[in-house]
């Protein structure tokens, strides 16, 4: 594996998720396979489980770890060509990259979109740029347009968790009092509609009229605008909020009620409850789902740590190969 | 040990103190203990002695280190249950300590009072729900209302340097331009009436009118406003500002000289001088004493290894039993 | 070596740049030389490049890192003596300085000019201050007149790429939008004069009228104002803006053309390119020859490791012994 951006990185998910448990079984199993290979987190926007996550991945496959917060630093990169950088860019992603790749086996990056020019962030110019020209394997760490460790660890959650072979799973849209970004909504949608191609899952989407995500994430759900509709028999309930994608990193008012309680619980198949966390409580999901039985999202935090180390250990079997 | 935030977690005084200098003498002699488990360090505010110092202890333990820096971040966290979270606070403390205890064998967590709500501070909130629900041994790495890590060295550094078996040992109030927290004379004061119940010292406090500490801590202390007369004799002066307790936060002005020098120290039988640091020169303590063979402030700092080495040692032991 | 500051502390260039090579060579041959020993990194200031470089090269010779960021915490340093401590900084160098030796074997400092005092930036003062203070060896991360890390980079990069005993080397000023340091170009002049000296080199520096370097640095050096003059058969041009030391920290208007180019490179021996990055493309240094066959900058930033490697390996030598 010489990139991990998207589902399209990953040839079969059942062997991925399989290779992942055996290594939560096993952590520390292969701490010779990174051996004098150093990992490099570079960080344009803050991370707490990622960052923590990834960096005990890479720890337990004994490499080591240097961590860049670029967010706070003004630093920052220039990402255009035939630009003279006289003004507030300080180095250009040529460099920058390069640079990195010069003291990392394998980097990762964050960045995030900036929610007002769609095509930009669509683009993925900065992590396509970044994966050019730092010359190592790159795992994204959320990109604008998507967040693969996420929908990895989820998938791996489903897995275990899951009572029936093909599990219905919806994605249900949650109030919020920020503009967030469609990262994760869509990367989860990419890879729970690779999931059910494989035959893994069944998978819905519920969201207010307004906040469909993109086709090249959303083809091949179920897409519904009714919440009560998409809950019904549903396994596994993903609770997450987004700002619309059609009119660019808006938040329209939606008069339905869309927090996901006990109540609306009950027309589910007893769902497992999910989220990828940090969690507004009583705003995006309920306290009592979030303190009760059928609450995932702290198993499925901690899974992040076996999400980054399959990821991790597939590069480095390259980078010996 | 399950927790180290106040002197009624540790059994035996004289017992810990001895096992901390076995550590100075051989520090690498547990370095198997720690292997393949993380320490996560917790920072709410600013740290330097001590984030350092712990580092260390767990390195020289074998352990891996994960620093989270939470201060600048504006990663607000909410403490307070049934309140619906659409303002400033992004995630929830009962998820966030769970996540990290999922990442980590061992917490530690720093958080400073807000000086202005007496009740909320020492109701240790914050800590007490910290230690709930992320689900492993925690340290404190000063609290609202302690500073044990500092007090456990403070009477290792005693212990190396007592000339008698049980020295006069003072702690003396001293001028500051901010108004600071309780949290390291309460501290010391719960640890010193401790180690005077345990025969190990004489303690005294000396204070001006208006900065009683509370009396959950120094019960059992001879209190005093008369700083000449508190030194008299003394074989350790422990030189720290703090601000009132009574009037929550509040600094009085002071008539009297509270600042010590060389003049003052001819009261003393010869005192050593102890501060925890940062100190403030000849605001807070004389250059002429820091500077002088009775000053311990370097060699106090520099014990700060062993004292979160015993501790992190004993949680580690029980991990594994 | 105790200290390494200058192009001073070391004895003889060819063989420190050798052993650098055999580093290279063999990043790992002596993982055991730095069991059990720790290395301090102080950042004053921002940093990327020298960060990741010197940590890699400390995990490479099996240290352990620790990093202090000072820069941002408003942790404000007081370097005076005789001063009552009643303002802004919190720490006296004195104590700062010596706790930090305590923790760590060897520590790195990073500490830039104020660009307003020129006695001050060249006394040095905060600097040695924290050599004495600390009582343990010190590494410049960079200093207010110098970098000597990446001098020996430069000097190291040089002897790979030669094709001739003794190449013409030209410093050549460039323009930028900001006022910058003379440390790069100090440290760089003052490596060159010396390698002229031993007869590795022959060293050209060429500057506008005005930003003549102190006389400290540059004794020794061809010194013209005529860019196209000292490019004349160059084979290796280290490109660099600074600002004025005569009218110190001032950025003079210069009205020739001092961007290189390719044109401008057809006037020397098909000269290798070097910049100590970051780089303002277009600004101090065209992209054409950043992207072409010429520039050594990626090769350059990629060696910082092996120059802090065999720093570090003098130095822990020396502990041992």
């Not at 660890?153 to 072979?165: F, G, N, P, S, V």
Request: with cysteine.
């Amino acid at each position: 594996m010489k990139k991990f951006f998207s589902v399209a990185d990953v040839d079969n998910l059942k062997e991925i998720v399989s290779e992942a448990l055996s290594l939560k079984a096993a952590p520390h199993g292969n701490s010779e396979l990174g051996k004098h290979r150093m990992l490099g987190l570079v960080f344009l926007n803050p991370s707490l489980r990622t960052r923590l996550s990834t960096q005990k991945a890479a720890i337990n496959l004994g490499m080591d770890v240097m961590v860049m917060n670029m967010d706070k630093d003004g630093w920052a990169l220039e990402t255009r060509d035939g630009v003279v950088m006289n003004g507030t860019t300080v180095e250009h992603i040529r460099e920058a990259a390069a640079v990195m790749g010069e003291y990392c086996d394998i980097l990762g990056l964050r960045s995030f979109p900036t929610l007002k020019d769609k095509e930009a962030d669509y683009s993925e110019d900065l992590f396509n740029k970044f994966i050019k020209f730092c010359g190592v394997p790159v795992i994204s760490l959320e990109s604008a347009t998507r967040h693969p460790l996420q929908s990895l660890t989820d998938l791996i959650t489903i897995t275990e968790h899951k009572q029936k072979d093909k599990p219905k799973v919806v994605l249900a849209w949650a109030p919020h009092v920020k503009a967030l970004p469609q990262a994760v909504p869509n990367s989860f949608s990419e890879w729970m509609c690779r999931a059910q191609e494989e035959g893994l899952v069944d998978f819905t989407i519920a969201q207010p009229a307004g906040y469909e995500l993109s086709e090249e994430f959303s083809k091949g759900a179920h897409i519904t605008t009714n919440l009560d509709e998409a809950l019904a028999d549903a396994d596994f309930v993903y609770v997450k909020n987004w700002s619309s994608f059609k009119e660019y990193g808006e938040v329209y008012p939606v008069a339905e009620n869309w927090l996901l309680d006990n109540e609306k619980l009950k027309l589910t198949n007893d769902a497992k409850v999910m989220h990828c966390l940090p969690v507004r409580r009583d705003l995006e999901l309920s306290s009592e789902i979030l303190d009760g039985p059928n609450s995932l999202v702290i198993k499925e935090a901690s899974n992040r740590v076996w999400a980054a180390q399959v990821v991790l250990k597939r590069m480095l079997e390259e980078l010996k190969g």
